[in-house]
């Protein structure tokens, strides 16, 4: 560069030297909070070559990228869906990035008691062991809707499928040990609270309070299934994976109105990408420091202190015996 154009430029960044100096201090700060929103990473190296994988609702969002990452260490991963076609579509991803075949797509609707215990009867049969098991499949503040059984669609799936699941692929996990099973559960558990006389929200139905109790139940079966398993080398934890940019949350954006919506959008940039929401459910997959580490709440891979009522054993049991007694009931 010549000088006339040297002293052109230095002379243009002494006049706007304040401009440029608050760009870059935004630029800057904007990198510094996107790092620190992203949360922690599984730093685990851990291959799984000959371990059977399970995860629930892994078509899209954090679910897929657990699968990628589980497949590309080595896992033979099962992707337990209800949209078979987005899974097939999500199993080439998943083959694609991993350069491992061994992936199989099966059909599991949680909204359906009966197609959860289709689908742990097929896995019962068919597979030789379950190492790890993740119940990542869940909806968010979706419109009163019912489930196939006639229960809230949000404590129905994000809970009571999982619970039902969980319990019937037992006997083959215990055999599979040391094993993990992995609950995906969310920070709204802190707002949640069992209402024990209306826990089918047919007298009072908010979609954040329906939520939010179902992610309380996540903590507390996560609880209740650690002490029961005590002895037998599988442990379980459950995790806030972050507010994450997914379509998880397709049903806020069709309750806001146009103009909020506009708004919501923006911030988007600020919530983690699924592979950023991701890494917690790997870290609780993975880590070799959680081997006897068990009925612990974990966010940005690591430990933490869940919930006042997520500590309430009494609740836990007794969300247990009712959580039997309608899987029980399904149908009748």
Not at 1 to 12: G, R, T, V, Y
Not at 22 to 43: D, K, M, P, T
Not at 105 to 115: E, G, I, T
Request: with cysteine.
């Amino acid at each position: 560069m010549d000088s006339p154009a040297i002293e052109a430029a230095m002379a243009f960044i002494a006049k706007n030297k304040v401009i440029i100096s608050s760009v870059v201090g935004s630029v800057l700060g904007f990198v510094i909070l996107r790092r620190h929103l992203a949360g922690g990473v599984c730093v685990s190296k851990k291959r799984l070559d000959g371990k059977t994988v399970i995860i629930t609702g892994c078509n899209t969002g954090i679910g897929l990228e657990t699968a990628k990452e589980l497949s590309a260490r080595g896992a033979r991963v099962i992707m337990a869906c209800r949209d078979l076609d987005r899974a097939t579509k999500a199993c080439d991803i998943v083959k694609k990035f991993s350069g491992n075949t061994d992936i199989s797509v099966q059909r599991l609707d949680l909204a359906s008691l009966d197609s959860v215990r289709k689908f742990a009867e097929r896995m019962n049969e068919k597979e030789e062991r379950i190492d790890i098991l993740i119940n990542n499949a869940g909806v968010m503040m979706c419109p009163k809707w019912n489930s196939e059984d006639g229960y809230e669609m949000q404590f129905a799936v994000n809970h009571l499928g999982h619970f039902l699941l969980t319990n019937l692929l037992l006997d083959r996990i215990k055999k599979s040990s040391p094993s993990r099973i992995v609950n995906v559960s969310s920070t709204a558990h802190y707002r949640g609270k069992i209402n024990f006389d209306d826990i089918n929200s047919e007298k009072d139905y908010s979609p954040m309070a329906a939520y939010a109790q179902s992610k309380l139940a996540n903590v507390l079966f996560t609880k209740e299934l650690s002490e029961r398993l005590q002895g037998t080398g599988v442990t379980t934890n459950t995790l806030h994976p972050g507010v994450i940019n997914t379509e998880l949350v397709r049903h806020i954006e069709n309750r806001i109105s146009p103009m909020l919506f506009l708004l919501f959008r923006p911030l988007s940039i600020f919530l983690k990408t699924p592979v950023q929401g991701a890494q917690t459910t790997l870290h609780c997959a993975l880590d070799e420091r959680l081997d006897d580490i068990s009925g612990k709440y974990f966010s940005d891979c690591e430990e933490k202190q869940p919930s006042q009522e997520a500590l309430n054993m009494e609740d836990a049991k007794r969300l247990w015996q009712v959580s039997e007694e309608m899987v029980a009931n399904a149908g009748k």
